[in-house]
């Protein structure tokens, strides 16, 4: 009883301290250290970060990207919103499904104006997202999940925003997910940052 008892409290204890580094992190985001990457590359680390995992979920996790498509951002920060956003699809997918990683290069609106912009895509074949939550998920603290922070999508936004950028979501209930972080192209001839 005893033990159990304990194993509870370090359940707890533990909970309760990813609940503040989720805060501390939303309140005080480091700022991005901002290199020249490479989507493809980017997006090819997360597959092999994940891809075996979510194959013994009977999840299959593909890439699509267009090569020689270039941004500047902190390579951690947006792969930590890479992370989160893949570990949300899987969770969304109750006995498998498709999760595709897509880059590719359109327009966006950033920053009060129209430009090129690179488009980092997660999208799902999961179960959706109903629209009363759709309209509350980037709120801190609000979490549909038992165990979860409620601070993973409201982090996610602040990183990208702190790279000039903007994090959108399109959802159909029971047709699956897509969420979109939208940052600004950058040609590598243009940038003397270090490209990785």
């Known amino acids: 009883m005893l033990f159990r008892s304990a194993l509870v409290i370090d359940h707890e204890i533990q909970r309760?301290?990813?609940i503040v580094q989720g805060f501390l992190q939303f309140a005080r985001p480091a700022e991005p250290k901002l290199l020249l990457i490479s989507a493809d590359g980017l997006l090819a680390k997360v597959q092999r970060l994940f891809g075996s995992q979510l194959e013994k979920a009977s999840i299959k996790l593909i890439v699509e990207s267009?090569?020689?498509l270039w941004m500047r951002a902190d390579p951690h920060q947006?792969?930590?919103v890479l992370i989160n956003l893949v570990q949300?699809?899987?969770e969304s997918m109750e006995g498998g499904g498709t999760i595709t990683l897509r880059a590719r290069v359109g327009k966006a609106r950033l920053?009060?104006?129209t430009k090129p912009a690179v488009?980092?895509?997660v999208s799902d074949t999961g179960k959706g997202i109903p629209p009363e939550v759709k309209r509350r998920m980037f709120d801190p603290f609000f979490t549909t999940k038992e165990e979860g922070t409620g601070l993973g999508l409201a982090i996610s936004l602040r990183i990208v925003e702190k790279?000039?950028?903007t994090l959108e979501c399109r959802s159909e209930v029971n047709r699956g997910t897509t969420f979109a972080i939208l940052l600004p192209h950058t040609k590598p001839e243009t940038s003397n940052e270090f490209a990785i």
Do not use: W
């Open 78 to 80: 947006i792969e930590q």
């Open 163 to 165: 790279h000039g950028g």
């Open 88 to 90: 949300n699809a899987a």
């Open 119 to 121: 488009m980092l895509e």
């Open 16 to 18: 309760l301290e990813r």
């Open 66 to 68: 267009v090569p020689d």
């Open 111 to 113: 920053n009060g104006s």
